[in-house]
């Protein structure tokens, strides 16, 4: 089956030899601060096209401490509770070479793989292909 490209969502879904739906397609992403300090925090990201905004968890505490912070927002995970927490300003780099500056909200109680969220994330790639077999994600 060739590839469905869906310019609603800038995805591009590339289905394998079963034609099965992927769940939770990862990135692989380093996060670093505005002084471009990358403090090895790098991680496989669960590309979320319905969140927002892109979320860390407390493993990327130390990249934050020595900045202000950018905005505070108001998230609800699914059905759960509101929260309000605290977004920076940061690099995220890809592929080792595209670096793309972005706001991501920190959550210390984040208890999943951080996620990449559409605003400042999705919105400024032209495509993702979403490889099924692998669930890895590349970016156009």
Known sequence: ?????????????????????????VLDVIVENLAGEDLMCSDEFLVDTGASVSVVGRKYEGLFKSQSIYDTISIQYGTGATKNLNIYECYFKIAKKKRILTHVAFDPELRTKPLLGNSGFIDKLKSLAIVSESKKVHYY
């Open 1 to 25: 089956m060739p590839p469905i490209f869906s310019s609603k969502i800038k995805c591009l879904y590339c289905f394998g030899s079963k034609n099965h739906k992927v769940y939770m397609p």
